[in-house]
């Protein structure tokens, strides 16, 4: 049994992931710390949430999983690295100074960090079947769908995956385009290779979609994501290797998908 | 059984147009014109090609039919108004003032004339369900998907699809953008209602996706064109009711599917 | 103001009218029933849920909504009609002698009843179409996908849509197939004309998809169901529409689409 | 330049090889083969269609192609063996006997021999994307589609898939499915593991989709063939890997894959 703690168990996604752990057989939820809560139960569990992470090391927790904000996120890491707790991040907006200050902790530290910006395996497996596919294809473009209140376009996993389809194949085929009857409508051009075309769509959550092209052909990737809880099975995948990953940081899903 | 005469015959269009009235057992391919293959035998058939109209007067062609080049046609077209023989047309580039002179000569006509901008009886029923459903959606938008030769964007049925739904509702909800990551993400906007997104894949041929959503839900309308042949159940249907349309030019397949 | 009382509104499905009736500017939430969750308040109201219906009487309910169980459903809907409060029912399980008794009933009040299968407005849109379409094409099949608890397949609205269809045409082409690899592999046969297929796929909830097929072209219907409060739309159209329907008994959304 | 010369090129699927080979700029048409049609010229070549093979050793031809008929193709591939020619094999029926006395004979040529059931680089990519996903998902069922003409289902393509899927994971979970409103709804069940529905439909070619599904999301492979030049970069893929495979049978283009 891992010892879990989390980190802002008392938000949406907190509490979705005490509840994921709560649902693995191989984990054990052991402590939970988020100021705006303390002193609430986690539901299903003799665990109160605390104020402070000093509750994590009376409760011997081994692993630590943190979707909170980033001023936050930063505090708890330091203290992790600091107390030899294993750190699982998903938060939000960190920066690659921050990666940069992670890596030299926690090589410092006996546990290891894995922050990833995207825990939905299945994003994270269309994003490598793209750039693998792009090789054989002479056109490649990107669709990705989202609720109407999403602010930015392209959605950040969509730029990522058009920069790994870019660096996968240099040999795109050029834009046939040369009546432009409404401005935009080719979308975004993205590394001058891939073109990213947003949707906001009332209803809708989260999708993105490859589409490659060649000679009679066009194989495509779509990704749904129909709620919040996608991230978890990448969250415990996580937690159950972060004990065992190199020493220091480790950036994305990706690298824990092979063995 | 309805006397047919081809113009554009030896084109490869026109060649299809053939053998889908061959193919008819209510149609009979009484007649084929054009200049550049004239003397051409029409596979199939005891039909040779003509170089000009007269030859659809000497068969008793009842219904003509035009898929060439915009010059032409208007040639062909007065022909068949001034020798009372029904016109189909489906070539592209006829301008609204060709429309205004069709409607006059037609009118001064004992036969009928019929013009669709496309003949795929699919993509004008996605247009008449678009708008259809329109009114009870807050959110639209259209993706079209071309083979990678074709060089406007959007494509004509994209634009006159975006039109359509723009009339048939006044309640699109506003762009949540406010961060545009890559110019032209967000695709071309039509009507100041309507986005559309244009992407151009190898392999493909003529596709066009329009999604709608409200609350909680999304209704997606595609048409997929996989062949020229795709327009030819429009073509035999126009053969078909021409000489029953009201009298002068009727425009679209739109007008024909009712009844 | 339409004066609006809800059945079951301690359910998950009955807390979600409450919501949307609270969110609709031209309805008022002013009764709530539900036996089982007597003397709690409705979120954001002053309503206290109440046992019985009379409180609907006290509150001078207009419009009740009832989305509960069958049994009680009964029982409420003979107190609406006995009380002259109009009806608008989404309890599955609703079969056609009580649907008889229903016409009965209502046809003796002064107020009316309307139920629907499906209240999700894309779904009787796509059921609509579907059926208009039907008679463009040849080829027909019908792919229904949903959460893997679902016990039932296909689903009651694939089986619906299947009989619509089927009855718009009688000139579907014979299934191909000779020799059989995997049993049922090429879906259940509905009406010995329509093939439908159910998937059963973790992470999804509730989508169906036409496709339709004719010569070198398809055309494809698909609705997504994402939440159960795609609902909601329908609803509150049958709640603001219920008055002005005609004396007695009025079934399925598709009558309230028109006007 | 590698010298090819081309089995059955008066075919339909001979005559696109040839095509292809004359497109591509590091190959060259030296030979075609086609009893039925000798003495024809190839389009666009000095070449003239013989009737038996020893017209590419005239040549000197290094590698073959064969999309014949499996009689004919044994033929072929034993005066290869023993001629020393590659042999690039598309040709369908071909049994394990077959592919036995291929091994046999090769590895006692000094040429090798390539045969794969799918050509088209996106289907195989697709095998092996579904394969290699698989073991992240709890559901997976696919839907293949195709023109309503093929009279096996479901295909030999989504079978293949099925057991490349079923091998690669042994955790699928079991079918909710209690109530089966018609009979052969759930598709046909390969290796007791995944569900494939066949759906036949005018206006399509060939077309497959794989839809993997865990907590709160989907991930969908899809591919689509529309033409059968889509085989060709993946036949010239074949000629120019084929001289430096290992010595004797190589079975399936994903072997051609990986550099």
Request: aromatic content about 4%.
């Amino acid at each position: 049994m891992i010892r879990v703690g989390v980190f802002g168990a008392g938000g949406r996604m907190g509490a979705t992931v005490c509840a994921a752990v709560l649902g693995s057989p191989d984990c054990e939820l052991v402590a939970a710390v988020d100021p705006q809560h303390a002193g609430e139960p986690v539901a299903g569990t003799d665990v109160t949430i605390s104020e402070s992470p000093e509750v994590l090391e009376a409760a011997a927790a081994e692993v630590s999983v943190d979707f909170t904000v980033v001023a936050g996120a930063r505090e708890n890491l330091r203290w992790c690295a600091a107390h030899d707790v294993h750190a699982v991040v998903g938060t939000t907006g960190i920066t690659e100074d921050d990666l940069d200050e992670l890596t030299n902790l926690f090589e410092h530290s006996a546990a290891n960090a894995f922050v990833a910006p995207n825990f939905a395996i299945g994003a994270v497996l269309l994003m490598r079947f793209a750039a693998q596919a792009a090789p054989w294809f002479e056109t490649g473009e990107i669709i990705e769908l989202h609720h109407n209140k999403k602010i930015d376009a392209p959605s950040g996993t969509a730029m990522l995956t058009a920069h790994r389809m870019a660096a996968a194949s240099q040999q795109w085929a050029p834009d046939p385009t040369t009546a432009v009857v409404a401005e935009g409508a080719r979308g975004g051009l993205v590394d001058d290779a891939i073109r990213v075309h947003s949707v906001r769509m009332q209803g809708m959550l989260a999708h993105q979609e490859v589409i490659l092209g060649t000679t009679g052909e066009t194989l495509t990737l779509r990704h749904d994501s129909y709620d919040r809880s996608s991230f978890m099975p990448g969250v415990l995948l996580a937690v159950r290797k972060v004990a065992g990953l190199p020493n220091g940081l480790t950036v994305g899903l990706d690298a824990l998908l092979d063995g």
